[in-house]
């Protein structure tokens, strides 16, 4: 089967950082990605992981250790506007896309 | 960002009403999604498309009938839904199923089932 399990909610302070996890079994692995979805809103691309490590764009990291099934989105520079909830997603057997419960993120000021 | 629109964005409909959602792609991608988003429950891939031919059918009830006339459309076509098929629905596109490359996402239609 495929299981992609993340927190459910998640509160942190303008200016700080905040770490995302993300766990996955899948049939099949193809890449990982993070999105973010604005409540409302489509989800939006933020990053893919295919190999293990860090890729950093900007504010945002994404890691990924595919032996543990783990991955983690960062967040660094917290602003209001990050409020929004990030979807783990990887691409499985098949080629098709299996979406986690999502993290609805809360910045406060 | 207009790389995928859908049209409606809201739509509300009784359970005897026959309607379409549409959903068109300005990104030359070969394969194209439905998607089902209740809240508080992960996104659903209902079904998948690839270069027009259908390639994936998540045991979506037959309520939902799906059609791709050409790579840049996708339709999907609802009669006699239930007020639990209300939910956010979701286009996306992406370069192709063998492809490296996201999805990207249309705004989705708020459909409302009475």
């Known amino acids: 089967g495929q299981n992609i399990d993340q927190p459910t909610e998640m509160t942190a302070t303008e200016g700080a950082i905040v770490q995302i996890n993300c766990t996955y079994q899948?049939?099949?692995?193809?890449?990982l990605f993070w999105y973010q979805q604005h409540a409302g809103e489509a989800p939006t691309f933020l990053s893919y992981n295919v190999l293990d490590g860090l890729e950093e764009k900007g504010r945002f990291s994404s890691f990924l250790s595919r032996s543990k099934g783990y991955s983690y989105l960062l967040l660094k520079e917290l602003q209001m506007k990050d409020s929004a909830s990030y979807l783990c997603?990887?691409?499985?057997?098949?080629?098709?896309?299996?979406f986690g419960p999502g993290t609805r993120l809360s910045v406060l000021p | 960002e207009t790389g995928v629109t859908q049209t409606p964005r809201h739509l509300v409909m009784g359970m005897t009403n026959k309607k379409s959602l549409k959903c068109e792609q300005h990104?030359?991608?070969?394969?194209m999604y439905w998607y089902k988003q209740s809240a508080k429950k992960p996104l659903e891939l209902m079904f998948v498309?690839?270069?027009?031919?259908?390639?994936e059918n998540n045991s979506v009830p037959s309520r939902f009938s799906p059609e791709c006339p050409n790579s840049s459309h996708l339709f999907l076509h609802l009669h006699t839904l239930q007020p639990e098929d209300s939910a956010l629905y979701l286009c996306?596109?992406?370069?192709?199923?063998?492809?490296?490359?996201?999805?990207?996402f249309g705004p989705g239609t708020r459909l409302t089932v009475l």
């Open positions: 498309y690839s270069l027009e031919e259908r390639v």
């Open positions: 990104l030359g991608h070969n394969a």
């Open positions: 997603a990887v691409k499985a057997e098949g080629q098709n896309f299996v």
């Open positions: 899948t049939s099949g692995f193809n890449g």
């Open positions: 996306a596109s992406s370069p192709g199923l063998a492809v490296r490359g996201t999805q990207y």
